[in-house]
Nanobody, 115 residues
Framework: QVQLVESGGGLVQAGGSLRLSCVAS?????MGWFRQAPGKDRELVAS????????YYTDSVKGRFTISRDNAKNTVYLQMISLKLEDTAVYYC???????????WGQGTQVTVSS
C-alpha cells in the first residue's frame, strides 16, 4: 500500500502560478495528477513514468503545466503557470505501476483560480 500526501493548493488569480507536490510513502513506476471540477468528470491532467521520464499532458494544460519527479524523495510535482478560471478543481495525486492504472490516490488539494 502506497500513501500519497499532496500539498501546494490554494487560491490564485488568473494568470498566476502554483506548484503542487505529492510525497509517496513508497516507490512507484508511474505518478500523475487528476483533477475534478464541480459538475465535471475527473480527468487525468498529467503523468510521468519511470524509467525514461515519459510524460503525458491533457491538451488543455500543454505549455502551461509541467510534471516532474524527484525519485530520491519519492515526490512528484506539478508546476502550473498561466492559470485559468477553468483550472479550478480538486487535484488528486495518483500512483501506480503504469500510466493506465492508478490504484493509489491522495486525498486531494483544492486549486481555485479567481478573476
Amino acid at each position: 500500500q502506497v500513501q500519497l500526501v499532496e500539498s501546494g493548493g490554494g487560491l490564485v488569480q488568473a494568470g498566476g502560478s502554483l506548484r503542487l507536490s505529492c510525497v509517496a510513502s513508497g516507490r512507484t513506476l508511474a505518478m500523475g495528477w487528476f483533477r475534478q471540477a464541480p459538475g465535471k468528470d475527473r480527468e487525468l491532467v498529467a503523468s510521468i513514468r519511470w524509467p525514461g521520464g515519459f510524460t503525458y499532458y491533457t491538451d488543455s494544460v500543454k505549455g502551461r503545466f509541467t510534471i516532474s519527479r524527484d525519485n530520491a524523495k519519492n515526490t512528484v510535482y506539478l508546476q502550473m503557470i498561466s492559470l485559468k478560471l477553468e483550472d479550478t478543481a480538486v487535484y488528486y495525486c495518483v500512483a501506480g505501476s503504469n500510466p493506465q492504472s492508478w490504484p493509489y490516490w491522495g486525498q486531494g488539494t483544492q486549486v481555485t483560480v479567481s478573476s
